[in-house]
T-cell receptor, first 116, second 111 residues
Framework: DVKVTQSSRYLVKRTGEKVFLECVQD?????MFWYRQDPGLGLRLIYF???????EKGDIPEGYSVSREKKERFSLILESASTNQTSMYLC???????????????FGQGTRLTVV | GENVEQHPSTLSVQEGDSAVIKCTYS??????FPWYKQELGKGPQLIID?????GEKKDQRIAVTLNKTAKHFSLHITETQPEDSAVYFC??????????FGRGTSLIVHP
């Protein structure tokens, strides 16, 4: 059973703090993603990684960075948290698409971050 | 890049009715179209998907249809039940690593 685990369900941080959101997957997936979910805006891609130490910007990377030192772990970093980063953050992983592997993305349960 | 439009944003039905959610995409190279269901407090979970070489796929009460010429695909849920209440996302994916998601449809099934 595929598992994508996010380290926290709920997080409250102060403006200006450095925030780390951790995500671990156990399916040996090459691809990992960080999304932000806001009402009416759907899932917006922040960053993704297709291999260890590789990262690519998504649609809304400003104010965020990521780290992928190991294949199973993908961290999202808010360098200096601001109130407009209050949101639900979702991590996902998938195989690199090929004829023999599934293209399905598996999501974590989400981290509800509140910045005060 | 790919652009996916999803309608409606909210759908309210009576238990037992059918529900249809529609999506359009822009990139003719897209070849994989998954649908995800997100229940309250959980992450999205795949419920059905379709590849571009197939026009329709069915799994019990849910079905997905794809019209490649018109670049649209739809999710059909028959005999809806209260436990079908959730947010549904469509997505389109081509040769890149990244699926592009629609904005979601909040389905409410009234008992």
């Amino acid at each position: 059973d595929v598992k994508v685990t996010q380290s926290s369900r709920y997080l409250v941080k102060r403006t200006g703090e450095k925030v780390f959101l951790e995500c671990v997957q156990d399916m040996d997936h090459e691809n990992m993603f960080w999304y932000r979910q806001d009402p009416g805006l759907g899932l917006r891609l922040i960053y993704f990684s297709y291999d260890v130490k590789m990262k690519e910007k998504g649609d809304i990377p400003e104010g965020y960075s990521v780290s992928r030192e190991k294949k199973e772990r993908f961290s999202l970093i808010l360098e200096s948290a601001s109130t407009n980063q209050t949101s639900m953050y979702l991590c996902a992983s998938s195989f690199k698409q090929s004829l023999t592997t599934s293209a399905e993305a598996f999501f974590g349960q989400g981290t509800r971050l509140t910045v005060v | 890049g790919e652009n996916v439009e999803q309608h409606p944003s909210t759908l309210s039905v009576q238990e037992g009715d059918s529900a249809v959610i529609k999506c359009t995409y822009s990139d003719s190279a897209s070849n994989y179209f998954p649908w995800y269901k997100q229940e309250l407090g959980k992450g999205p979970q795949l419920i059905i998907d379709i590849r571009s070489n197939v026009g329709e796929k069915k799994d019990q009460r849910i079905a997905v249809t794809l019209n490649k010429t018109a670049k649209h695909f739809s999710l059909h849920i028959t005999e809806t039940q209260p436990e079908d209440s959730a947010v549904y996302f469509c997505a389109a994916k081509g040769g890149s690593y990244i699926p592009t998601f629609g904005r979601g449809t909040s389905l409410i099934v009234h008992p």
